[in-house]
């Protein structure tokens, strides 16, 4: 909440046709991904990043990706928010990382 009363600026404002294209294939996508949680997939973002691991859970907007702490396609992540440390993911018990990922920014799914 904010304290601020001044006059606000509006500096974005999502297209409502696109509004309404971005939430259709939310949940399109969580329909199609929910019978896969704790299956192996390959994930390719819309950027070209390619992930590997296990689809731990999906909610209204993410999908959560277990995948190993040390894997190659860990490497080129810097959270600048917690620094002086390059990775800063939640670890669980047996040294694997959940990534979070966004489902619009996803291009395509493969079971492994």
Request: charged share 10%; no cysteine; glycine share 8%.
């Amino acid at each position: 909440m904010s304290t601020y009363s001044g006059p606000q600026t509006l500096i974005y404002q999502a297209d409502p046709t696109a509004l309404h294209h971005v939430k259709k294939v939310r949940e399109s996508m969580h329909g199609s991904l929910k019978p896969y949680i704790n299956r192996k997939v390959r994930i390719q973002t819309i950027d070209g990043v390619t992930h590997e691991g296990m689809i731990s859970g999906i909610d209204e907007g993410h999908l959560y990706l277990t995948m190993q702490a040390s894997g190659p396609s860990m490497r080129g992540y810097y959270n600048p928010y917690y620094p002086p440390y390059p990775y800063y993911y939640p670890v669980n018990p047996i040294g694997n990382v959940i990534l979070p990922l966004v489902l619009y920014n996803l291009l395509a799914i493969s079971l492994l």
